[in-house]
């Protein structure tokens, strides 16, 4: 395929699911929200702060470098309460623990454990994921560049307890058998999002490397003092273990996305570009940029989800228009009887539809090359199976078996001979998209339900119906995305329209007419219209608005 862009991973000789070939290589559900921001900063602190690094074709450089840093978290997160207890972290860090006992000061007479205990404490209070994980997977709120922790396997820790002595080994050999790739951990969500920035900055240097400065500022000028407190005691157990990479690298290699020319990139980058110039305390800016991400991904998710998403658009660039998503925001909740409510959960079962849609394209596209292909053969069944086994079915006992337990009945019923060919196309298409639908909705199509529930989205967090919402802090976010640092405020009605041409999102009369659900969902204006005032008072309410004397309600950027 011409129009991938990223690393130099082949996309020939490793199976991949659909959802890889629509939305790149990859996004899944087992990532929380904030990975996606921690892993995207890593990467691009791996490639020191460029934005188009380890591209295929590009720079000799492909590989990201990132610290392991062990020390520092096996000091944070690995106590009594772990549940993946292993003699080897015990004694490591016992070891660690004796050597900063050691070096480290006690002023006012405090005890050394104290002090070890209230440094522990006070690194463990930036905990960002520590939900059920061992603590090689648990992760730490980036508020400094020493803070970025890459998620960890050790491998058979969950099946049996390590049987020899931990004290007759090396202090090398305590950190063997972590693994550092495992995939389906931190997924490869934020090396898309590097890859989205790297395309869309792709014809503007100057913004390409704005955007890589200041995350550089944000993650080394600030929090100085909490990142030295890291790099000691991590740096304290590298010379311990006296590794000639003290270091101790992680290198990665990225994905890959398509369409590289897509107007969505660009504008996403604009976006992060706008935000980043703020002056924010660096937690609050950590915080919004958390948000600002996972919401991008969402855009993501669903640009490419919409029926006219298609490679000539993307490179033509009207896929802004073509591809805008319709997200009906529900402010009103009860007050109009649900009506609001219901209309907004039917947009997000619409924007899921679409993902499911996309994926039995995508399908019935390559059966239909392969049958226009082999057409004529004798064997076009056999060549059919052998395509669909190789491309689909390369792996997953399940799924296979599956597959071959429908097909006889598609071979004895469809004679390649007598069966029109679009016919033939449709069942195997059908047949395959059975076969790989409960893969698809599992790993892929909850990935936007759990991003939009947690960055305020989607609601409620648990429960039936869900429906698109906008809560206060992702409202906060995308004003600033929108609004540059200097701007003169936006009358609250052009906040609106700018909501909805930018990201597809629907709350008044106005934006309803645009998007044309007016006559689509054959609801009274009036509703629109009481749903835009909710927004109008809860902004108030939440000082993201201004109410002057002459009626006129004015957004300021934070």
């Known amino acids: 395929m011409t129009n991938i862009y990223g690393g130099p991973e082949s996309t020939q000789k490793e199976q991949f699911p659909i959802a890889a070939w629509i939305w790149g290589h990859r996004l899944r559900t087992g990532q929380t929200w904030i990975e996606y921001m921690l892993e995207f ?48 972290d015990t004694r ?56 970025l922790l890459w998620e960890a396997l050790r491998k058979g820790s969950t099946k049996k307890a390590y049987a020899a002595s931990a004290d007759d080994l090396e202090l090398q050999q305590l950190d063997k058998s972590i693994d550092f790739r495992a995939r389906n951990f931190f997924a490869r969500g934020g090396e898309i999002y590097y890859l989205i920035l790297s395309a869309g900055t792709e014809h503007d240097p100057a913004l390409r490397s704005r955007i ?79 948000h600002l991400i996972s919401f991008h991904i969402l855009l993501y998710i669903y640009h490419r989800a919409h029926p006219a998403s298609h ?40 924007h899921e539809d679409w993902q499911l849609q996309q994926a039995h394209s995508f399908i019935t596209q390559k059966i239909s090359t392969w049958v226009n292909e082999y057409a004529g053969d004798p064997d076009l069944h056999a060549q059919l ?59 892929f199509l909850r990935v936007h339900r759990k991003i939009g529930r947690a960055i305020g989205m989607i609601a409620p967090h648990k429960g039936p119906q869900p429906r698109f919402v906008l809560g206060d802090t992702l409202l906060k976010t995308l004003i600033m995305a929108i609004l540059p640092r200097d701007a003169l405020p936006i009358p609250f009605g052009t906040l609106l329209e700018r909501l909805y041409e930018r990201y597809g999102i629907v709350i008044g009369p106005g934006e309803v007419s645009k998007a044309g659900l007016l006559e689509r969902l054959r609801i009274n204006e009036e509703y629109y219209t009481r749903n ?21 309600a004015l957004v300021h950027r934070s």
């Open 311 to 350: 490679p000539e658009g993307h490179a033509a660039g009207s896929c802004l228009e073509a591809c805008r998503p319709e997200l009906l925001i529900d402010v009103l909740g009860e007050q109009d009887g649900g009506i609001m409510r219901n209309q907004s959960a039917r947009s997000l079962r619409q």
């Open 385 to 443: 199976d052998a395509e669909i086994q190789h491309f689909f079915l390369a792996s997953g006992r399940t799924i296979k078996e599956t597959y071959q337990a429908a097909i006889p009945q598609v071979r004895a019923t469809y004679d390649p001979a007598t069966t029109d060919r679009e016919a033939l196309i449709q069942i195997y298409s059908q047949t395959v998209f059975q076969v790989l639908e409960s893969e698809f909705r599992t790993n």
């Open 532 to 552: 835009r005032d909710a927004l109008r008072d809860r902004m108030l309410r939440a000082g993201l608005l201004q109410h002057y004397s002459d009626a006129t």
């Open 212 to 290: 890589g400065e200041r995350l550089r500022h944000l993650l080394t000028n600030h929090n100085t003092t909490l990142g030295k407190i890291a790099h000691i005691i991590d740096r304290t157990w590298s010379d311990l273990v006296l590794s000639a990479d003290h270091e101790g690298l992680i290198k990665g290699k990225l994905g890959w996305i398509l369409d590289p020319q897509c107007a969505l990139y660009r504008q996403i980058a604009e976006d992060l570009d706008t935000f980043l110039d703020n002056q924010l305390d660096s937690l609050e800016c950590l915080e919004l940029l958390a």
């Open 92 to 147: 490591a860090l016992h070891e660690l623990c004796a050597e900063l006992r050691r070096t480290m000061p006690t002023p006012n007479g405090h005890a050394d454990t104290d002090i070890m205990e209230q440094v522990r404490s006070l690194l463990r209070s930036f905990s960002a994921i520590e939900e059920a994980r061992s603590w090689y997977a648990k992760a730490l709120f980036p508020v400094h560049e020493e803070f």
């Open 41 to 88: 900063l890593s990467i691009l602190a791996g490639y020191d702060y460029q934005l188009g690094r380890g591209l295929r074709g590009g720079d000799a450089d492909l590989a990201y470098s990132i610290p392991k840093r062990l020390g520092l978290r096996r000091f944070i997160f690995y106590d009594g309460h772990e549940k993946t207890r292993d003699s080897r």
